[in-house]
Each structure stands twice: as C-alpha cells, then as structure tokens.
C-alpha cells in the first residue's frame, strides 16, 4: 500500500505545519463567519418591496405573508399605478404583482400537475444589483413554494409550508462552493512543492507507481477537503443555515465538488514546475470556475450562451444541486443528473491527472 | 578485483546520449560495470554525470542509446529497474517535517520492507552515521551535515543492489565527509555502486576503477593505478638547491625539460617525458649546484584529470 505511506506522510507534513493547518481549517471559518456576518445571518436584506395581489385566494395571501415576508419587506397594494409611483420615488425596490389564477396554478401544481407559475415583478433598471438579487430572491421563493410536497389536506391551510427561505439559505450554498474551488490551489501547491524540492524525483526511483502518487496526494487533500466542508457546513448551519433535505445528501455533493477540485489542482501541478507558477495559474482557473458556477452572481441573470458555458462545467451543477436539496428537500433522485454529471468530471479529472503525471515522470 | 572480472555486468551503456535542445549533454557513452564494483564518475561541471545517472534512474529518457541495470532495460523495465536501485541525489532531498525514523520508514515502506525488517535496519543505519541520539527530531532542524547523512542512508534503507551516489559528500565538513566516506567504504564489494565525486584523492582511494567525464564523454577509463601509470611517462621532480643559476636551468631545458623556478624558496620543478631522477641529479652536481633535497613526484588523480581534460576539477 504505497499510497496510504506517502499519504501518511502528506498528512504529516500537513498537520505538522501549523501555518498551513491553520489556513487549510481556519480560512473556511473565517470565511464562512465573514460572509454570514456580512449578510446579517438569519436576517435578510431590507428591501422594500410591494405586491398587488389580484388573485386574492388563500394560497396567494399565504405567498405573501409567509414566503415573501420572510425575505422582504412588504408592502401591499391595491392599484399598481400607486405601487409605481412609490417605485420611482424609491420607496420601493420593487413590486410583485400576483395575477389571478395564481393560486390556482399554485395547487395544480402541488398535485403534480403541469403549468407555469407567473409572477409580474417591476423594478428599477437603474439598480440592477439589487433588482438582479431581488429577483433571484423572489424566483427561489416562488419555486420553493410552489414545489414543496404538501398533502391534500394541508391545501387550505398553507400555513404549515416549512417554505422559511432565509438569505443565508439562498447564499450558502455559493459560499461553500467557491471555499470549496480553493481547494484547486491548494491541491496544486502540495504537490507541487514536492516537485520543486526535489523530494517527489527521490520518490520517483522507487518503484511508485503514477495512480498511487496521486492518490497519496489526493487521499490527503481529501482528508482536508472533508474537514473543510464540515466547518462551512457547521458555521452556516449556526448562521441560520435550514437544511430541509438531507444533511448526508448535499455534504456528499460537497465533497464530489471537493474531489474534482483536488483533481484539477494536480493536472495544474503537472503543468507546472514550481509554486511559483503554479500558485497563479491555479487562480486564473479558479476565479473564472468560480464565476461560472453563479456562486457569486445568480446564472439565471446572465445570457443563455453564458449559461450553457457555465453548465459544462460541474460547480454550477454544484450549486443547482445543493439549493435543491437545502431549500427544496428534494432527494437524490431529483439532483441525479446533476450529481452524474459531477461523478463523470471528478473521474474525467482523475484520469487527465494520471496520464498528465505519468508523462512527467519521465523527461 | 580478480573475482570481479569474472561477474556479470550490473549497470552497462551502450551508446547512451542526452541532449537537451542544442546541448549535448551525454555524448554516447559506454559503460560496463561490474557486480559489485565500486565505479567513480569524475568530471568537471557540467560534464554530464548527474545527467548520466538520471537516466540510469528512469527519470530522464535517453536521446539515443541503451542502457541496462541487472539485466533491465531502464526505457522498457523502469519499474523493475527502481524496485533495484538506491539513489541518493546531489541535491539533498528529505521530508523536512518527518524525523528520520519516518523518513526511512517511507522510502523503505514504498519498497515493500516489512515493518519488522524496517526498524533493525533503519536502526543499524541510524547508528551507522551517528544520528541515532537525534532520530526522533523533525529532520528540518537537522545540520546541513546530517541531513547529508539521512540523505544517504535513505538510499539504503530498502538493502539495494545498486547504488547511485551523486555527489554524497558535496559541501561537507572534513569530518562528516570523512565519516560518509569511512561508510561507503565498508559498502565496498557488497553493493553495485555508481557514484560521482569532485574530491580525487578519495576516489583513488575507495574505487575500483574510475571514469572521467569531459563535455558527455567518458576521455578515460581504468582503476586508479592504471589511470596515473598512463601520464608515469611524464615524470615531475621537485628540488631543493643552491647556486641555482639561469646557464643551469637553461641547460635543463635544452635536454627537453620543462623547467620552473620559485626564487624565494630556491626551489626547483622540473617535469618532463621520461623524466630521469639520476640524470637530473647528476646534471645538477656536474654544474656545482649544492642539492638539499630532491623527490620524484607520484603522479595523482588530480594530475591525470588535469592531463586529460586541461582542466582543473574545482573551479
């Protein structure tokens, strides 16, 4: 088991370290706390918001003060025309009108039937981050309610849907997964390092052989990756983090998310020869992925050739898959594709690793 | 030696070249070492020795040319060659925040040594080069000397066939030099080893044979005595004299000597073809010059190098 010695010995030189023991374990906390705190943890940003609620049924009165009030601030209208008025002046963010129908489509739907669920939103061109938040905001809202299983009985008292979409809902799976995508430097860096002090070319004329190198590495890397995932998940967890699915489900995407970024990290490193060039080639690749994954900015604002670039890639499905399971509850069936497709690029990275390091180990 | 004739080749080259874009940096050697020949590549930077032993590692792929270790080839067998070898690089390459128990334990692990075998051996090592008082601390903290020495011995911890020593005494003190030295000679006979070296006189002393390395190729090759018998022709005297005059070096010179005077200390070199001692002698005293002292030079390593290559080893 030549793997499990050499990743004995990562690990040592890993734990041994107390600088980069406490950048691999304390970074994800502060960065968890720094992202929770600045967001207010369990409270969501005030935006005002107004809502025209021309169905006027049961269901839409309980869109309004129990999914929406969560996450706004709201105000209701009877007459648009007012709701515009206060838009312009800015006492609104922006207005939500609900048309007729909507509760009706609401309960079709929560039969499982067919249709679309439309919602009117004004907001201000002007003040596109906002009104790009805002909407996302409602579009998770409004699917969260309208998808939750609620049994026949439960219809006229919507009251009981557990739909408690806090900020730190809609965003933690983002900030996990960009603390996740620095793993990619990382990865790159340990293996790299070795290369450069010489110590990997000693371990070269033993017998080793490429895959157990790289799952020395990568066994080590994942050890570190698994400690990683649990301190985001635990710190979102304080800070208001609602898991409605299950915990063990989405931690298992985190952790494919982790593997296929330790797998890029040593394609990187075997492009490279010294920390040097490894450390700024890993952020050029990593910052872009991290853009693409919409864990920064919501995909559903971007163009559709933006979108379908930002799905080749697995961290968008990442993220698709993560919400789903924390906000919705859906299972495993639900996300399967999404958790295929990162199953297929974890083990398409792996192999592109071994057969980039087998070609260096010979120059 | 005699019984050395006779064993199989453990390391043989044929034609072995590396270039690296326009550089030559092996030029087609052939090498044919023997079971248990304790064989010194010596050359001048850049010569193409490490070079040499990189590939002989699998870590380098020839440009052109074979070469087998035990019998493996090291482009088509590269792992059957690495289960055989031990290698301890120029650079010195350790795992600085292991201690030297972990060190070895890893390189012998790898190989497949059980765990039992592992700790008498590491043990016998550790004692071997005296660092068994400090084998518990992180190795990072080591002097550059006994981190020399762990270098070494993780060469050896898994008992290889062939050794690959580069450079094993680079930028050492006398003493720890002397003591890596003082090892390497109990490993004679036992092991195949392959080392390269900048100090000649130790050379001379522990090899076998020797193979000097000038610009990627061998220029000569033989056991120490055969090396310096080859330049015994030119033979070089140092005198101590009065009454030194200019007719007289003159007159040496004219018997086709070369000649070279160190006033201060009245001290005379005279180094020539067929150089001989009683000619020289006499010549002097039929001039009236009254000799102190006067020695034949033995040729050494250093000056067969130097007659080979015209350069100087050490820069």
């Known amino acids: 088991m030549r793997a499990l010695e050499f990743c004995k010995r990562n690990l040592k030189e890993t734990y041994r370290d107390p600088l980069s023991l406490g950048f691999l374990l304390g970074f994800p906390l502060v960065f968890m706390l720094l992202f929770g705190l600045a967001i207010g943890g369990e409270t969501t940003p005030e935006y005002n918001i107004g809502v025209v609620d021309q169905d006027q049924t049961e269901i839409s009165q309980a869109f309004v003060d129990e999914a929406l009030a969560e996450a706004f601030e709201v105000t209701p209208y009877d007459d648009p025309l007012l709701a515009l008025e206060d838009l312009k002046v800015g006492d609104l963010r922006a207005y939500i009108t609900i048309p007729q129908g909507f509760g009706e489509q609401v309960s079709q739907k929560r039969r499982g039937g067919e249709g679309n669920i439309a919602l009117d ?47 730190m809902d809609f965003i933690a799976p983002g900030i996990i997964v960009f603390g996740i995508l620095i793993l990619i430097p990382t990865s790159a860096r340990m293996m790299v390092r070795d290369k450069e002090k010489g110590f990997l070319g000693r371990l070269l004329t033993t017998p080793t052989r490429p895959w157990e190198f790289i799952s020395g ?147 | 030696m005699s019984e050395l004739n006779n064993s199989p080749l453990a390391i043989q080259t044929c034609g072995l070249t590396k270039h690296f874009d326009s550089l030559v940096a092996v030029d087609g050697i052939d090498l044919s070492i023997k079971k248990g020949e304790l064989f010194s590549l010596l050359g001048p930077n850049g010569a193409g020795k490490t070079t040499t032993i990189t590939m002989l590692c699998c870590l380098l792929k020839p440009t052109a040319g074979t070469a087998s270790v035990m019998g493996h080839d090291i482009s088509e067998e590269p792992f059957k060659v690495k289960e055989l070898i031990g290698v301890a690089p120029q650079e010195t390459t350790i795992s600085e925040r292991l201690n030297s128990w972990e060190n070895l334990n890893l390189i012998g692990r790898v190989h497949g040594i059980g765990s039992k075998e592992l700790r008498k051996r ?47 005494t680079l930028g050492l003190d006398p003493q720890s030099r002397r003591a890596i030295w003082d090892y390497i000679a109990e490993l ?50 140092i005198i101590s004299a009065e009454n030194l005059s200019d007719k007289v070096t003159e007159g040496l010179r004219t018997r086709g000597m070369h000649v070279e005077v160190d006033k201060a ?39 067969v190098f130097l007659r080979i290559t015209g350069k100087e080893l050490r820069e």
């Open chain 2, 188 to 237: 004679k006979g036992k092991k195949t080893i392959l080392l390269t070296t900048h100090y000649l006189e130790e050379a001379d002393v522990l090899s076998d044979r020797v193979g000097i390395m000038d610009d990627g190729k061998i220029v000569a090759l033989g056991t120490p005595d055969e090396l310096k018998e080859s330049i015994s022709d030119r033979g070089t005297m």
């Open chain 2, 265 to 303: 200390t009245s001290k005379l070199k005279v180094s020539g073809k067929d150089l001989n001692f009683r000619e020289v002698v006499d010549y002097l005293h039929s001039q009236d010059v009254t000799i102190h002292s006067a020695s034949l030079e033995q040729p050494t390593l250093e000056d």
């Open chain 1, 217 to 363: 590495y990568s066994l080590c890397l994942f050890a570190v990756g698994i400690a990683q995932i649990i301190i985001f998940m635990v710190v979102a967890y304080f800070m208001g983090l609602d898991i409605v699915g299950s915990a063990g489900l989405v931690f298992l995407v985190f952790v494919l998310t982790a593997l296929c970024c330790i797998g890029i990290g040593m394609i990187i490193s075997s492009l490279t020869k010294t920390e040097n060039q490894a450390d700024p080639l890993s952020w050029i690749i990593a910052m872009p992925l991290a853009i693409l994954s919409g864990c920064w900015f919501s995909l559903e604002m971007m163009p559709s050739w933006f979108q379908s670039i930002a799905y080749a890639f697995p961290f968008a499905h990442t993220i698709e898959a993560s919400r789903s399971i924390l906000i919705r509850g859906t299972g495993l069936e639900a996300v399967s594709s999404d958790f295929l497709f990162l199953v297929i690029w974890t083990v398409l990275v792996f192999l592109a690793g071994i057969i980039l390091f087998r070609r260096s180990m010979v120059s």
């Open chain 1, 121 to 167: 939103i004004t907001y201000d061109e002007s003040d596109i981050m906002v009104a790009q938040q805002v909407i996302s905001i409602v579009d998770t809202i409004t699917r969260s309610f309208a998808g939750i299983e609620v049994s026949v009985t439960l219809n006229t008292s919507p009251i009981h849907i557990e739909s408690k979409i806090t900020y």
């Open chain 2, 122 to 168: 590491s043990e016998e090592l550790l004692e071997t080069v005296g660092l068994v008082e400090r084998a518990k601390d992180r190795v990072g903290k080591f002097s550059g000397g006994m981190k020399r020495r762990l270098n070494l011995i993780m060469a050896l911890v898994h008992d290889p066939e062939v050794l690959f020593l580069d450079e094993p």
